[in-house]
């Protein structure tokens, strides 16, 4: 009986290592950034990002500055400040991509997402995302919180060779 109570004292210990160390790797996970290349850029490294941008964006549904433009394997920090009295976003992407993610929004106005040209921002608050745009284009920053793109709430990047 003493050796079957030390098997399973072992086997809960061992449990308890495997259970704290994958918890310890899906925190971990989720504060790494996934760099996929999309058509308007990659994940950036905040270490080489030389240049940072402050985007204010507010309850009038329009973003200050509307317009930037970057040159092509330029990394910005975009630090994005919600200046309203309800939550925004920021995403950036080409104009047919935000135009189809909005209309999903207005669909599943709760639909949860989280990718690095992306960011949440609730009222008085600012996030940044760190992109590398490494392909020439006109894309789009945009709020997609149902209403808002529909309101006007985007603006242009415009990334030259």
């Not at 996970?29 to 850029?41: I, L, R």
């Not at 092509?72 to 992407?93: A, F, P, S, Y």
């Not at 669909?107 to 608050?125: F, L, T, W």
Request: hydrophobic letters at 40%.
């Amino acid at each position: 009986m003493s050796s079957f109570r030390m098997i399973l004292a072992l086997a809960w210990v061992c449990a308890g290592v495997t259970h704290a160390q994958a918890h310890g790797e899906k925190h971990h996970a989720a504060t790494q950034v996934v760099k996929e290349q999309k058509d308007w850029g990659i994940a950036g490294d905040a270490r080489q990002a030389r240049r940072t941008v402050v985007v204010r964006m507010g309850d009038d549904m329009r973003f200050q500055p509307g317009q930037l433009t970057v040159r092509r394997g330029d990394t910005l920090r975009l630090q994005v400040h919600n200046d309203g009295k309800v939550m925004h976003e920021v995403v950036i992407g080409t104009p047919a991509e935000n135009a189809k993610h909005a209309e999903l929004m207005v669909k599943y106005p709760n639909m949860e997402h989280d990718e690095p040209y992306m960011a949440h921002v609730p009222p008085g608050q600012m996030r940044e995302i760190v992109w590398t745009f490494n392909r020439p284009g006109t894309f789009e920053f945009a709020c997609l919180i149902a209403g808002h793109y529909q309101a006007g709430m985007k603006g242009l990047i415009t990334v030259e060779p």
